[in-house]
């Protein structure tokens, strides 16, 4: 099944692709992303030739308040395992 990514974390990605230092490799920041490098790889590209989807205003209010999983807070972490555990499949 194909997934599906939202703008804002597509241009967010894009960013820390370009802003990486020169020890960092695309594919460790697409293996921290959980992308492929091709699709990273394709998602600069389409930012570079400003091809990509107009992000909603919410996408662009929203895109300082995102993060990563990997990058919540334990409370984050454990207030989502309390709130997800009431969901079903």
């Known amino acids: ?3 599906s990514y939202s703008t804002s974390f597509k241009i967010q990605a894009v960013e ?3 802003n990486r230092n020169d020890n960092t490799t695309l ?3 697409a ?3 959980g992308v492929g ?3 990273l790889c ?3 590209t389409k930012a ?3 091809e990509f989807e107009t992000a909603s205003k919410n996408e662009i209010t929203s895109m300082n308040n995102d993060k990563r999983p990997q990058d919540w807070s ?3 972490r454990f207030n989502m395992i309390v709130e997800s555990g009431s969901l079903t499949e």
């Open 74 to 76: 334990l409370e984050e």
């Open 27 to 29: 594919t460790e920041i």
């Open 31 to 33: 293996a921290s992303l």
């Open 42 to 44: 394709t998602w600069t």
């Open 16 to 18: 820390k692709s370009l």
């Open 48 to 50: 570079k030739n400003q």
């Open 1 to 3: 099944m194909k997934r």
């Open 37 to 39: 490098v091709s699709t």
